[in-house]
């Protein structure tokens, strides 16, 4: 199981990024997936989730409207489009694989795999 995420960089206060995470293998397909952040000092928030058809997503309060969370089960790829990026999004990006294929959970319990992470820094 080998969650990798990748699309982070540096970007300036109101543009957009879209971080992709592509998962190897396990059944990518018939699971619901989530993204989390970690700011420096912070506890990890939970920012989106997908159920694993994509008919359903879940997202934080802080990032609603302004995220989107989606996938290809074709390629095994979940994705991440971040627009109105603002310096409070800076953080470390993780991808996470649930124990559930038709439940979003916010809680990290809920989640049985993680990527490794990439980092989104945003400019004032």
């Known amino acids: 199981v080998q969650l990798v995420e990748s699309g982070g960089g540096l970007v300036q206060a109101g543009g957009s990024l879209r971080v992709s995470c592509v998962d190897s293998g396990r059944a990518f397909g018939s699971t619901a997936m989530g993204w989390f952040r970690q700011a420096p000092g912070k506890e990890r928030e939970f920012v989106a989730g997908?159920?694993?058809?994509?008919?359903?997503?879940v997202y934080g309060d802080s990032v609603k409207g302004r995220f989107t969370i989606s996938r290809d089960n074709a390629k095994n790829t979940l994705f991440l489009q971040m627009n109105n990026l603002s310096p409070e999004d800076t953080a470390v990006y993780y991808c996470?694989?649930?124990?559930?294929?038709?439940?979003?959970?916010?809680?990290?319990?809920?989640?049985?795999?993680w990527g490794q992470g990439t980092q989104v820094t945003v400019s004032s």
């Open positions: 996470a694989a649930s124990r559930y294929s038709t439940k979003i959970d916010g809680s990290e319990g809920g989640y049985v795999f």
């Open positions: 997908i159920t694993w058809n994509g008919d359903s997503t």
